[in-house]
């Protein structure tokens, strides 16, 4: 019998453009941002992805332009 993960457990992930729909900018953006290791993400093949989390934690942590 296998158990649901619990909310906590579970983790969202995302492609580069469903992440530039979310930041509002272009997906070469996000596709240089990860080239120049500027924003969290992983390789899985040829393909990036990244964790909704670890992307909310790392706005959270940018400074504010402004």
């Known amino acids: 019998m296998s158990q649901t993960p619990a909310p906590q457990d579970t983790v ?4 580069a453009n469903e992440v530039a729909a979310m930041l509002g900018v272009d ?3 996000i596709y240089e ?3 120049n290791k500027q ?3 992983r390789r899985l093949g040829r393909r990036l992805i ?3 989390q ?3 934690s790392w706005l959270r942590d940018q400074p504010e332009n402004g």
């Open 27 to 29: 997906r070469k953006t």
């Open 39 to 41: 924003i969290p993400h």
């Open 50 to 52: 990244f964790e909704r």
């Open 33 to 35: 941002a990860a080239r």
């Open 54 to 56: 670890s992307l909310l």
């Open 12 to 15: 969202e992930i995302l492609s």
